[in-house]
């Protein structure tokens, strides 16, 4: 008995050794949030708007989106027809500006049209950070309780809508 | 022709190597004197050819010889000189090289010093050592050699160095933090060799101490400023973000904290034998794990390097031989030491064995955290990431409680203390700490869990002033005769100890009396905040050797008196076209101002981060304070009167 117990760091070892073999390879981006279920993290940005504070008041209250993109941000320009499309139906979105500067955002708003209800500055990515963002653009959906039920990687297309639709509701 | 010289010394050294790892192993079991004595010299061979293939490299960048590619990828002609030569541990390829060169230099201490030891076990741990050396060049030589070149297209000029590294606190941060990781390597071979010769006494934990202890020292040193630096360039103001890389140096350094105490207990008691061999092949495992998940792309985050399958199968294979035949050996020759003498459950045995214990467990709560993820996926359960709620809420109590018992631990005596005399002993000093402890939280309304933590901060410097104050108040002579004559060791455990206590502190009120906050702001502005006025004074324009910034000139006073002058820099990088935050701040011994500037707003107004940060330098002042008590112990007079006695 005694003896057995002496390889039960040789058995720990392997099992971990399989592990890690099988996750070699595999994409380490797509990963949901740990946020869902979560209220939305504290918000202390200026509104690139009105150059005024935001905090978590401000935001609107039935369910709404909160996308990130920048203009540094190719997919972003894609993404941006069907999200000027959202906000013709009526879906309120949130913009964090991430990583970005202020001039080229404003430029880009005004040749490609605002679908916006708000844009936040996020310039060092604090927001994002405290969001788990990885990159732009992410879009997560809050509920009408300010609760994030949903987050959604890379741009919002027709697929990616019918999911988040059935979240909205 | 350059780089391939390189490349070709290289491959020399893994000749010596792989000789070395072979031959004196053998000679061992042929009993024969001449293969042992081949150790040495193979040793010192495959040091010097790594050393060439280091300073070709670093010929390489100075001399900007963007044929290679490495160097193309990671220098650039106007980079500076001195962070030129760092970028030769900037990436990849290059921090092999230097985790081999380090191996090398450990390596050669040891056989400079081997002749202490006994005939065979020098050249067995030697022989370990170049196990682990074949196994890094290997892996090298086959997937990331930093001398391939990029002919016929050299580029006019190179890529530069990722901004964020090109700072002082990452040229000496990667090279203090493999001291750390690798010198574990020579723990791991004496543990190895007493293994393989069967002679699992108290020597060879008397040979590993010094040596645990000075790594232990260096990892301590290059995680200091690992978190110093994050915490000024990283342009948030945070000093430890739970990320995949910090566990990665956290776990072999509480492994590390382990081995240091418990091979205290096999030297000095003959007990814990199989279990210390055990600590010494975890810790360094976490160091190699530490090398793999960084490197491998099986975790991602913030400050990986590569991402590429190939490597990571290659590292894969690499610790399965190098871990699994080690843990092998263990299972077949540790059930055949007999048990040691018995300890009582109140002699310091014990008290070190529940810090062991405790120690053993933070390791596998941090492990744990940064494997989750993994796990859960192989299991098919979907994909999650573990932040920092987790490990603080298990970490934190675990943390406080091993503090309570490294208070009292140093007050027992080995074998048995009586319980009473230990209380007789704690009474006045607890009460006193919980009664301080409480005043000022309470003056300072700073809750029920600083209270905790502070009364423990007390207890330990109260009880750890009490130990010694009896150590040298007994007998006849003096106090200073007597302190004098207290070992190093002694002195070491003391500044360690009250290193982490000074961190509790710094890492408790940073978390507990910081204040932060975003503004607008525009030259000739002032804005108020947390008692201290912050004046815009204006903004200029500079050009660095690399970059052009935006700097602003930020007067702060307090009460109408000048503080600080801070200017915070929005850096950027023409090379990479890569804009960087150099936040600009003004250190205390209460507390950090703190000011990163964000974005341009408008014409004049910019946005402005401003922190002020409680007693945050406290946290690295205690990591400075626990490497002076490590190299201390490590220069005890103990582990030199042997090699004196010889010479002698």
Not at chain 2, 292 to 297: K, P, Q
Request: glycine share 8%; charged share 15%; aromatic share 12%.
């Amino acid at each position: 008995m005694r003896k057995v117990i002496f390889f039960i760091p040789l058995v720990v070892f392997i099992a971990l050794g399989i592990v890690f073999y099988l996750q070699l390879g595999k994409n380490p981006e797509y990963m949901p949030s740990a946020l869902v279920g979560k209220p939305v993290p504290k918000i202390h940005l200026v509104s690139l708007d009105t150059d005024q504070v935001v905090t978590n008041v401000e935001l609107p209250k039935g369910p709404y989106l909160i996308n990130f993109w920048g203009t540094w941000c190719p997919t972003c320009a894609i993404e941006h027809p069907y999200l000027m499309r959202l906000e013709k139906q009526g879906v309120p979105i949130i913009g964090i500006d991430y990583k970005d500067d202020k001039a080229s955002a404003e430029q880009w708003l005004r040749n490609k049209g605002n679908p916006y209800k708000m844009v936040l500055l996020d310039e060092l990515g604090n927001f994002g950070v405290n969001m788990g963002v990885t990159g732009a653009p992410e879009t997560f959906v809050i509920n009408s309780k300010g609760i994030i039920v949903y987050r959604h990687q890379g741009a919002v297309d027709d697929v990616a809508w019918k999911t988040i639709q059935g979240y909205m509701q | 022709m350059l780089p391939e010289v390189g490349n070709f010394s290289l491959i020399l050294s893994l000749f010596f190597a792989g000789s070395l790892a072979i031959v004196p192993i053998t000679g061992y079991w042929r009993h024969n004197p001449i293969l042992l004595s081949t150790a040495r010299p193979l040793t010192l061979l495959m040091s010097c050819f790594v050393l060439v293939s280091f300073i070709v490299l670093a010929i390489a960048f100075l001399t900007n010889d963007f044929s290679v590619l490495y160097v193309s990828l990671n220098s650039n002609s106007n980079l500076p000189i001195w962070y030129k030569f760092s970028a030769i541990w900037g990436s990849h390829e290059g921090s092999l090289l230097l985790w081999v060169l380090i191996l090398c230099g450990w390596s050669t201490a040891v056989a400079l010093k081997s002749h202490t030891l006994p005939k065979e076990v020098g050249p067995i741990v030697l022989s370990v050592l170049g196990m682990v050396a074949t196994g890094f060049l290997l892996f090298m030589l086959f997937t990331s050699s930093p001398f391939v070149r990029d002919l016929p297209n050299v580029p006019a000029n190179g890529e530069d160095l990722n901004p964020l590294l090109q700072d002082v606190g990452l040229v000496i941060h990667p090279p203090m933090l493999y001291m750390g990781y690798v010198g574990f390597s020579v723990a791991f071979a004496f543990a190895i060799a007493a293994l393989i010769t069967g002679n699992l006494n108290s020597s060879w934990a008397r040979w590993a101490r010094p040596w645990t202890a000075v790594s232990w020292a260096f990892l301590t040193l290059g995680i200091t400023l690992g978190s110093w630096w994050a915490y000024y360039e990283l342009g948030w103001g945070g000093w430890w973000f739970w990320d995949p890389v910090e566990n990665a140096s956290l776990m072999p350094w509480l492994a590390g904290t382990a081995l240091i105490h418990s091979l205290a207990v096999t030297e000095k008691r003959g007990v814990f034998k199989s279990w210390t061999v055990l600590l010494a092949i975890f810790t360094f495992s976490l160091s190699l794990l530490g090398t793999f998940l960084v490197r491998s792309g099986v975790l991602t985050s913030v400050h990986a390097f590569a991402a590429d399958p190939t490597r990571g199968v290659f590292i894969l294979a690499l610790l399965i031989v190098l871990i699994g035949s080690s843990l092998l050996l263990y299972s077949l020759r540790a059930s055949q030491v007999k048990a040691g003498v018995a300890f009582g459950l109140t002699g310091r045995e014990a008290w070190l064995l529940l810090n062991n214990i405790i120690l053993t467990v933070l390791t596998l709560t941090v492990l744990l955290g940064t494997l989750y993820p993994l796990l859960f996926e192989a299991l098919d359960l979907g994909r999650i990431s573990v932040g920092a709620p987790y490990f603080n809420t298990v970490f934190s109590p675990l943390a406080l409680l091993l503090m309570v018992f490294m208070a009292i631990g140093p007050l027992s005596k080995w074998h048995n203390t009586k319980p009473s005399l230990l209380v007789r002993l704690c009474v006045w000093p607890g009460v006193v700490s919980i009664l301080l402890a409480g005043v000022i939280s309470y003056a300072y309304h700073l809750g029920g869990m600083a209270w905790l933590s502070l009364s423990v901060a007390f207890l330990v410097v109260l009880l750890t002033c009490k130990d010694w104050f009896l150590k040298v108040s007994s007998g006849s002579k003096g106090i200073i005769p007597r302190a004098r004559q207290l070992p190093r060791n002694y002195y070491g455990m003391m500044l360690a100890h009250l290193g982490l206590v000074v961190s509790l502190i710094g890492i408790l009120m940073v978390s507990t009396c910081s204040e932060e906050t975003t503004v607008k702001i525009a030259a000739g502005q002032t804005v108020s905040f947390a008692g201290y006025q912050f004046t815009l004074n204006q903004f200029e324009s500079l050009k660095g050797p690399n970059y052009v910034a935006d700097q602003a000139d930020i007067a702060v006073y307090q009460d109408g008196k000048l503080v600080a002058q801070l200017k915070p820099e929005k850096r950027f990088y023409e090379a990479r076209r890569q804009v960087m935050t150099e936040a600009s701040l003004n250190a205390g011994i209460t507390r950090d101002l703190y000011v990163s500037l964000g974005e341009k707003l408008d014409d004049q107004a910019w946005s402005m981060r401003i922190y002020v940060k409680a007693f945050v330098r406290w946290i690295w002042f205690g990591g400075i304070l626990m490497v002076c008590g490590g190299v201390l112990s490590a220069l005890d007079k103990r582990y030199r009167t042997r090699v004196e006695g010889r010479h002698a």
